[in-house]
């Protein structure tokens, strides 16, 4: 049997299956199945507000799941399969378990070929969270699943290193202009493009689980504005490593949730990164690194 079918026979009987996708991996359950998506939250000791995106094989079903708006269908054809999450009024498929109990839901075609494989073959929703435990740093190998999960999940699927390596932006449909809660790798820009305009989502984040401080490696990250300032303050620590991939922001984000890991394989105290300037894919850089310099933590 090939991994897609294990996944598939392990899904179908309620199990939770670790899947790629080209952001991060995902911790995977039938959307449809209340217990299977009660398991996620217990493996990820996340709170159960939190609603989960639901991924689905095809725009097409876009429909069946939620009440698109316009915009929500440009998007959808301009992005998908592709980094990007529209949150929607929910139909009824969407069930509390997954929703948290909102009257939204949220909504993603991955473009990863195994994880489309599987969802076309699998034909319903799969809810999936990052497959990382609760506040620490999302996993963008299967390695990195496994040394985070363990045994906790029946079966990790490998599909490689995921190509963009930070999560989807998330756009919320049910309001016009629609707002962008959390930057990705489709950008404010390209988003303002295909819609016309973009709304500022100011006030507390209306995606429950977008904390302040969040994607944190046990090494504290401090922040500089250049690689000169990165080195300066480096040299005031010893156990410390110096993170900048501005020169190539693609790279930077592919690589960044690793080398935060190595940074703490390698017992690092502190972490220094540069940040990128505020446009493209800059903003998603430095929303996920700002949160984790905001961890309260120190080393845990
Ligand atoms: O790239 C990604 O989006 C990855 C891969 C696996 O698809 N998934 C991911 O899931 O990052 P997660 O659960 O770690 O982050 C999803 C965010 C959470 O902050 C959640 O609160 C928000 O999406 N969200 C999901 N459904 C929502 C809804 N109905 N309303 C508001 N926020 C929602
Ligand atoms: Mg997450």
Known sequence: MNDVDRALRILRRGGVVAIPTETVYGLAADAGNGAAVARVFAIKGRPRNHPLIVHLASADQLGAWSRPSDDALVLADACWPGPLTMILPRSPLAIDAVTGGR????????????????????????????????GAVSPTTAAHVAADLGDDVDFILDGGPCEVGVESTIVDCTVRPAQILRAGAITDEQIAGLLGAVGDAAGPSRAPGMLAAHYAPRARVVLAESGVQ??????????????????????????????????????????VAVLPPPAGLGHALRDRLTKAAAHPHGNR
């Open 103 to 134: 009257d939204t839901v949220g909504i993603r075609v991955p473009a990863h070929p195994l994880t489309s494989q599987l969802l076309g073959e699998f034909g319903g929703g799969l809810a999936a969270p990052s497959a990382n435990r609760f």
């Open 230 to 271: 990165a080195r300066s303050i480096a040299a005031g620590f010893d156990r410390v490593r110096v993170i900048d991939g501005t020169d190539d922001l693609g790279g930077y984000a592919r690589n960044l949730y690793a080398w935060l890991r190595e940074a703490d394989d390698a017992g690092a105290d502190v972490v």
